[in-house]
Structure formats: structure tokens, C-alpha cells
């Protein structure tokens, strides 16, 4: 339900590099998606303030897709040398991972 508070766990990670970068936010599917496109509209401003060397961000929310093989909403902003990478899930949908260590 879009009109449920949830917790979240948001990433934004790059082509670039490994850095993957974690964030915590608690609220609405609505904002989360608010989230995700402020923070790649900001970065889509950083690399061209005329957004004419993208090759792809999202022009407003409606762009924040799903994806339900992995149950997270994510966008992207892309020039020619670099792809961010911003995704949101709930942390009620993250898997846990059980393994036990040999001595």
C-alpha cells in the first residue's frame, strides 16, 4: 500500500567505483519516490546544468520505476563516461542470509 510508512534502505552507486552509498528513511511510497528523484536531479544538475550531455535521467516521480524481481524502486542518470544509480527498498522485503562458518 503506497499510503503506508515504511522503512526503507536507499543506495546510490556508480559506474565508476565500488563506493555504494547507504542511506535510511522512514515514510510513504510517495515520498520515497520524492526521495529518489531530488537526489538524482540533483546529480543529473551536477554533471550538466543543461541536462543536454545526458543520456538518461528522470524528468519527474512518474520516472521511478519498479522492478519486481528484486522489489525496489530505482532510477539512473547517465552521461557518456558515467551511470548513478539510485534505488529504494523496504526493509521488510530484504532477504536474509543464513550460513554457518566452519573452523
Request: proline letters at 2%; charged letters at 35%.
Amino acid at each position: 500500500m503506497k499510503d503506508y510508512e515504511n522503512d526503507w534502505i536507499i543506495t546510490v552507486s556508480n559506474s565508476d567505483n565500488v563506493e555504494i552509498f547507504f542511506y535510511r528513511f522512514f515514510g510513504t511510497e510517495d515520498k520515497v519516490k520524492d526521495i529518489l528523484y531530488l537526489m538524482a536531479d540533483k546529480k543529473a544538475h551536477e554533471l550538466d546544468e543543461t541536462y543536454l550531455d545526458l543520456i538518461s535521467y528522470p524528468d519527474d516521480q512518474s520516472d521511478i520505476e519498479y522492478d519486481p524481481e528484486t522489489g525496489a524502486l530505482y532510477c539512473s542518470v547517465e552521461d557518456y563516461d558515467i551511470e548513478y544509480v539510485f534505488t529504494a527498498k523496504k526493509i521488510c522485503n530484504i532477504g536474509h542470509i543464513v550460513y554457518e562458518l566452519e573452523r
